[in-house]
Nanobody, 126 residues
Framework: VQLQASGGGLVQPGGSLRLSCAASGVSFRFYNMGWFRQAPGKEREFVASINWRGDSTYYEDSVKGRFTVSRDNAKNTLYLEMNSLKTEDTAVYYC????????????????????WGQGTLVTVSS
């Protein structure tokens, strides 16, 4: 599966953005999906994940209550709705896909994912 992330940009603290990840190739609906981010000078970290049906999600503690991951399998698209953005949310955001049984705790491990998008930059600044 090929993944293309989009929707990044510059936003003020407290603002909102919605990221999208368009999938092409093999059947998107069979893949569990995740969002990761990498801030300048830092390692890539887990943000959120969702199972292939879209009825199970998992979040990093720092984004709980602010970010919402969702998917539309009919449109082959993954989303990340980001609200109440903080300066520390500034990073390149990546979408990723994995197969197999969805295990929430394990979904935070980047090695679980075989397919990665190219990333979209989110900058939170006043």
């Amino acid at each position: 599966v090929q993944l293309q992330a989009s929707g990044g940009g510059l936003v003020q603290p407290g603002g909102s953005l919605r990221l999208s990840c368009a999938a092409s190739g093999v059947s998107f609906r069979f893949y569990n999906m995740g969002w990761f981010r990498q801030a300048p000078g830092k390692e890539r970290e887990f943000v959120a994940s969702i199972n292939w049906r879209g009825d199970s999600t998992y979040y990093e503690d720092s984004v709980k209550g602010r970010f919402t991951v969702s998917r539309d399998n009919a449109k082959n698209t993954l989303y990340l709705e980001m609200n109440s953005l903080k300066t520390e949310d500034t990073a390149v955001y990546y979408c990723a896909g994995s197969t197999g049984i969805f295990r929430p705790a394990e979904s935070r491990n980047s090695e679980e994912y075989s397919y990665w998008g190219q990333g979209t930059l989110v900058t939170v600044s006043s």
